[in-house]
């Protein structure tokens, strides 16, 4: 769009379906880390560094996957006109594919069991990134200005929340009225999966047919409509990260923050059994977490309006480092009080998943506008595989710290009594460790350099 054209208004249809897929992406990012973990070493036995394995190994192939759906997106989008063709294979596929993650056979325990949950978390990952991936790259097409997006957003984010807190409180109580064990996670992932794939269909149904960016704007072209190999679209993803200073400083701040997150989400049922003293807790603890999002996020959306999506930013992250490191003496003295803090990161959280989700379609745009090539999929390709890696690193990162203090895994469903260097590395990971990695996540925010006026008037970047 050019300078002075009146942006039209995002169909309201087009902004419920948009958020609507947050079901899906809340589901899928939320239920594994919080409770595959915990599953593999309490349910099936598999120790907790092979467990640490296991859940990084989807993720090394989401690094590979994930630019390579973005760019044979973004020739859909040269092709047809829309990345929905991406959007509806990945709806139909996951609910199958999650449903299997947490049914393995009763006869497989240990090494086995660990090479049932490797390969149907592959298989669910690569389902995933298929919707992920091109839902990611839509708010640049959809939504016209760097306010539009961030006002498309926010409603996306509250979903979000919402999913967080049904998939995270809902999940483990499902498992639970089934009786626990197997069974119980059974139940889980046949009903959560369902519900995933009901969200993502929702998104597939409004998207709009049409790419607003090159449609709008004569300057940008859709990618070329070839097949993209797998090579060749993580190097343009490799180039996308060199070439672009802004992506580069957003992705690795949004990393290092989906790790903290992703580690605090590990480590909360292991503070609930361990530490509260209750597998139930890990309800209350994301309720805590959660719904406090929901109450800040007119408040995280005028933030943002007043001071800036980056400073917003900050801010947002400085109070969840606070917020996580006020958890360190959770070991010494449990108790009731520790949902404070924890309600205290939720509302830092709120921030932390709108401001990056609203800056990167604005990356994307100017990127489209200084080089006249939509890469708005290889970008959210590489931004995919980035939050993803860093979601499932995090439990891995729980699970070292367990290993390396003494952790004591378990078939079925007895809590074994664990020595007192793992009860202190339960909470180290629950706290310190999410701390020190927001904190870290400043560094590269510090560079990010994109203004509002960058994104909204083409005289500024070009």
Do not use: N
Not at 235 to 264: D, K, N
């Amino acid at each position: 769009m050019t300078a002075g054209t009146l942006a039209p208004a995002v169909p309201r249809r087009t902004a419920v379906g948009y958020a609507l897929g947050s079901v899906g992406t809340g589901g899928f990012g939320t239920l594994p880390g919080l409770v595959l973990a915990y599953y593999l070493t309490d349910t099936l036995g598999v120790a907790a560094g092979l467990a640490g394995l296991v859940v990084t190994v989807p993720k090394i192939w989401d690094v590979v996957i994930d630019p390579f759906i973005g760019a044979r997106s973004d020739a859909s989008v040269a092709r047809h006109g829309s990345r929905r063709r991406f959007l509806l294979a990945g709806a139909l596929c996951l609910p199958l594919l999650f449903a299997a993650l947490f049914a393995t056979p009763a006869a497989l325990t240990g090494r086995a069991a660990a090479a049932w949950v490797v390969v149907t978390f592959v298989a669910a990952a690569t389902a995933f990134s298929l919707f992920q991936v091109p839902y990611i790259a839509l708010p640049a097409e959809i939504a016209p200005t760097s306010a539009a997006r961030t006002r498309l957003l926010a409603p996306r984010v509250a979903v979000l929340a919402v999913a967080i807190l049904a998939f995270g409180g809902g999940g483990p109580l499902l498992r639970d009225a089934a009786g626990g064990g197997r069974p119980g996670y059974v139940l889980m992932g046949v009903v959560c999966g369902l519900v995933i794939g009901a969200g993502m269909l929702a998104t597939w149904f409004t998207a709009p047919r049409q790419s607003l960016l090159a449609s709008s704007d004569p300057g940008v072209t859709p990618a070329a409509p070839r097949p993209a190999r797998r090579g060749d679209a993580l190097r343009s993803g490799l180039t996308a990260v060199r070439e672009v200073p802004a992506f580069r400083s957003l992705l690795a701040t949004f990393v290092l923050q989906a790790l903290a997150t992703g580690a605090m989400l590990a480590a909360a049922q292991y503070v609930a059994t361990y530490t509260l003293g209750s597998q139930a807790a890990v309800t209350l603890l994301f309720v805590a977490l959660v719904a406090p999002a929901l109450l800040v996020m007119p408040l995280a959306t005028r933030l943002a309006q007043r001071v800036g999506k980056q400073r917003a930013l900050v801010t947002a992250s400085v109070l969840f480092a606070v917020a996580a490191a006020l958890l360190v003496p959770a070991g010494a003295a449990p108790g009731a009080w520790v949902y404070g803090p924890v309600a205290l990161a939720g509302i830092a959280y709120a921030g932390m998943q709108l401001y990056p989700l609203a800056m990167l379609p604005d990356v994307a745009a100017v990127d489209a506008r200084e080089r006249g090539v939509d890469r708005a999929g290889v970008l959210s390709g590489v931004w995919t595989a980035g939050e993803t890696a860093g979601l499932a690193l995090g439990p891995t990162l729980v699970l070292g710290v367990l290993a390396v203090t003494g952790f004591v895994s378990s078939t079925g469903d007895e809590v074994v009594t664990q020595p007192g260097s793992a009860l202190t590395g339960i909470v180290v990971a629950f706290s310190l460790l999410p701390a020190v990695l927001v904190a870290l996540s400043l560094v590269p925010l510090s560079r990010y350099r994109l203004s509002a006026a960058d994104v909204d008037h083409p005289e500024r970047t070009r």
